[in-house]
């Protein structure tokens, strides 16, 4: 937890460093490839979650058959994605209305290599081998910020975007240090057909899933950049990234949610308290950034982004509050998939279906389109809190007729 937290520091002060050298305009370019690569994270952490949920479950031969398969399947899908970024570059600068194209041609080279780089920190999370897991977290946050720092120092008159590109493709590199031996498709073997089908089930499910985060957590950026000039463009970036320090804080507390939530299903042991005690921890801390937000916008814009963008203190609290609400119904949904239990995860989905029709249809100004994602949000919480007691109700029922 200290690790990841330092982590999401440093990916923090990597956003704001890159904010205030580029200015409001030119930051916005910098945060499609930003945004595109928590895009690229939110996919491949399916594979990542995969990994970790069948290091616990599966060993011996079914493990080695497993990592085979996993493997595979990964970099499959990191290199077809990887050509349709860099075949479509043209298209989509196009679409987000970026200065060139050769941003998005540099950042597809390098997404084979962030896949594998999941099924890396699946095996690391997987076996709680949390040291190696921090190094590698470590690794890629500590190059990519030294790194896109020291090309926009040196090739300061070249296109800023092509340079943040190269400095995530070079991260991507150091973020696979150290490398699990255990990451080989030596196995002859095939996956036994029980075991084939309960991974491809979990697999499609947490692929959905993870769909759901992309279209919640980034279509707001994605289309207020389609919609909205450069310059307001920039300043909802950096609306967005002051905000989603709840969902970077969050997310420390369920890489332990998972592999200790599956042990204790495991054992057949209860774990419920397991997600109270984790939805306490960020509802505590959603609050009290909330609440700093709503006394002091202005300062705390200031301070992060500059006076450049004071324009949007305004709305930095009811940002802070929208993505508080759904870093709290996220926990409930994370617990759910790692149990089964699988409508958290389509309840998820309509809902991050909605926000995105809420944002197309209305985005007259950036106020707007935050309020419409407060309301999706506390609708998603609202329905997950519901299916959680519920759920729970049924099971004592059923405890209390045997």
Excluded at 199 to 226: G, M, P, R, W
Excluded at 313 to 331: D, G
Aim: hydrophobic share 55%; with cysteine.
């Amino acid at each position: 937890m200290l690790s990841a937290l330092i982590v999401n520091a440093g990916n923090y002060l990597y956003n704001l460093l890159v904010g205030r050298i580029l200015g409001p305009s030119k930051f916005a370019d910098a945060a499609i490839l930003i945004t595109f690569l928590l895009v690229l994270s939110f996919i491949a952490m399916t594979f990542q979650l995969v990994t970790a949920k069948y290091t616990v479950l599966f060993d011996g031969e079914a493990y080695k058959n497993f990592m085979s398969y996993i493997l595979k399947r990964t970099l499959l899908l990191g290199v077809v994605l990887g050509l349709i970024i860099v075949l479509f570059s043209k298209q989509l600068q196009q679409v987000f209305n970026t200065n060139t194209a050769s941003m998005f041609t540099v950042f597809g080279i390098g997404v084979p290599i962030y896949f594998l780089m999941s099924v890396n920190r699946g095996i690391f999370q997987g076996s709680k081998q949390f040291t190696k897991l921090a190094i590698t977290y470590q690794a890629e946050m500590l190059s990519r910020l030294l790194i896109t720092l020291l090309l926009l120092y040196v090739f300061v008159k070249n296109e800023s975007s092509v340079l943040i590109a190269i400095g995530i493709l070079i991260s991507l590199v150091f973020s696979l240090l150290p490398f699990n031996k255990d990451i080989t498709v030596q196995s002859q073997n095939d996956l036994s057909k029980k075991n084939k089908n309960i991974v491809i089930k979990f697999l499609i499910l947490t692929a959905f899933y993870e769909c759901t985060q992309i279209i919640i957590n980034n279509s707001d950026i994605l289309l207020v950049k389609h919609y909205f000039d450069n310059y307001q463009a920039g300043l909802y970036a950096s609306l967005a990234l002051i905000g989603r320090v709840v969902y970077f804080i969050a997310w420390m507390f369920v890489m332990l949610l998972l592999p200790t939530v599956v042990n204790k299903e495991k054992e057949g042991l209860p774990h419920r308290n397991v997600l109270l005690k984790y939805v306490g921890y960020i509802t505590v801390l959603s609050a009290c950034i909330v609440v700093v937000s709503y006394l002091f916008p202005v300062f705390v814009v200031n301070v992060l982004f500059g006076e450049a963008y004071i324009a949007i203190a305004p709305l930095l609290w009811k940002y802070a509050l929208a993505t508080s609400v759904f870093a709290i119904s996220n926990v409930f949904a994370y617990y759910f998939l790692s149990i089964d239990k699988y409508i958290p995860v389509i309840i998820t989905g309509i809902l991050g279906i909605t926000q995105v029709l809420l944002i197309v249809y209305f985005h007259t100004s950036l106020e707007e389109v935050v309020i419409v994602q407060i309301i999706a949000m506390v609708l998603l919480l609202v329905i997950q809190l519901l299916f959680f007691y519920g759920n729970t109700f049924i099971k004592r029922k059923k405890l209390n007729d045997i």
